[in-house]
């Protein structure tokens, strides 16, 4: 069992800004991709973006780009989502996630994200 825990969750104001942290731990990683999610009240998870393990090939949702930035740090096995110009649809529980084959299989917590209008 991998452990995943996100943190930097909170309260913004729209056209804020908020930057999410991942640390991973339980296991050890070679190769492994990292990923954010997102389900607000009364919607679907939804995919945010994602980047692999060597950080040079990264993917985001439409309603994301140019706003969001991914980032992961492999030594430290930790990983960021920079979110810039927040919107109050951004609301919602974010969820980090590892893939090391083709399945998103370690979920952290969530943490809350706020968005006031």
């Known amino acids: 069992q991998v452990q995943l825990v996100e943190s930097g969750g909170g309260l913004v104001q729209a056209g804020g800004s908020l930057r999410l942290s991942c640390a991973a731990s339980?296991?050890?990683?070679?190769?492994?991709?990292m990923g954010w999610f997102r389900q607000a009240p009364g919607k679907v998870r939804e995919f945010v973006a994602a980047?692999?393990?060597?950080?040079?090939?990264?993917a985001y949702a439409d309603f994301v780009k140019g706003r969001f930035t991914i980032s992961k740090d492999n030594a430290k096995n930790t990983g960021d989502l920079q979110m810039n110009s927040l919107k109050p649809e951004d609301t919602a529980v974010y969820y980090c996630?590892?893939?090391?084959?083709?399945?998103?299989?370690?979920w952290g917590q969530g943490t809350q994200v706020t968005v006031s209008s």
């Open positions: 339980g296991r050890t990683f070679s190769t492994y991709r």
């Open positions: 996630a590892v893939r090391l084959d083709g399945s998103w299989d370690y």
């Open positions: 980047i692999t393990w060597s950080g040079s090939d990264t």
